[in-house]
């Protein structure tokens, strides 16, 4: 395993209920729009790649489909096991996965490829796993970010916070644009068909102190960077936090937070 998948794994460790609590929020918006664009629906047999706290592998079981998920991180798997006892939720990690060529119809990956150190080794396995016809969407961040996802990262740049050797970056030779063509060249570069990719913009609204608490917990990159901090620098980060999320304050106190991300599709012929 590469630096940044090692450094994944510890990252996601024992974070389940933190990340539900606050991040797992946000991406749960695109999780409709994600089984849309895989076709997910009733007798759909559906893998739930990364599935975290289950979102995805709930609303494809709500909508009658047939349902496997699977994570790398222990407590996301016991948690989506939980929350979701219709699915069955197992430990797997991209780029092998433990299913035979094109076992489902539809695959999909909601903010995963972005924590992957081999984006084009996951989604080849992506495709193999998806049958004659069978569609892969995924999501990720786009880049450059949008306002309010870029808010912590300038809070720590103005706290003079500094990115530890600890929290990789990826292989320059494994990197892609985070843009619709970046994403689509990685489908199509994986082997799929008639790749496509949207922007999906939305303002996520959320409590200061919970959008906080979530990266004082690790959760994120920018989390991950908070506890590597000394106290005396998270404290200033936390001051140009509260002076910089004033401009996304609504009327009742909470923040108004505009997010963007990438949701590309594919078939596999
Ligand atoms: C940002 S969370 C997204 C979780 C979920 N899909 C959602 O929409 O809330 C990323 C998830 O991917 C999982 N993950 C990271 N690297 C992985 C890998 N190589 N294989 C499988 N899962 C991975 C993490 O454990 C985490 O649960």
């Known amino acids: 395993m590469g630096d940044f998948d090692a450094f994944e794994r510890e990252a996601w460790a024992g974070r389940a209920e933190a990340y539900a609590r606050s991040f797992g929020l946000l991406c749960a918006h695109t999780v409709p729009m994600l089984l849309d664009a895989a076709g997910v629906g009733a007798g759909v047999r559906v893998l739930d790649v990364g599935t975290g706290p289950g979102t995805a592998a709930a609303l494809a079981v709500r909508r009658g489909a047939e349902v496997f998920a699977v994570d790398a991180e222990p407590s996301m798997v016991e948690r989506a096991a939980r929350a979701v006892p219709e699915a069955r939720v197992q430990h797997a990690l991209l780029p092998e996965l433990p299913f035979a060529d094109g076992e489902f119809d539809a695959v999909v990956a909601n903010f995963v490829v972005n924590h992957v150190g081999r984006p084009a080794a ?148």
């Open 122 to 269: 996951a989604l080849a396995e992506l495709r193999r796993v998806a049958g004659p016809g069978g569609r892969v969407a995924v999501t990720i961040w786009s880049a450059p970010p949008a306002p309010g996802q870029a808010l912590v990262d300038q809070a720590l740049r103005a706290g003079g916070a500094v990115r530890p050797p600890s929290v990789p970056t990826l292989d320059a030779e494994d990197d892609f644009p985070r843009t619709e063509e970046g994403l689509t060249g990685l489908l199509t570069a994986a082997g799929l068909a008639g790749a496509r990719c949207t922007t999906v913009r939305w303002d996520h609204v959320v409590d200061p102190e919970v959008w906080w608490a979530g990266r004082a917990a690790g959760i994120a990159t920018s989390g991950q960077i908070l506890l590597a901090q000394p106290p005396g620098v998270v404290a200033e980060v936390r001051r140009h936090y509260d002076e910089l999320a004033a401009q996304f304050r609504t009327a009742d106190g909470a923040l108004s937070l505009p997010h963007s991300a990438l949701l590309a599709w594919a078939t596999t012929s």
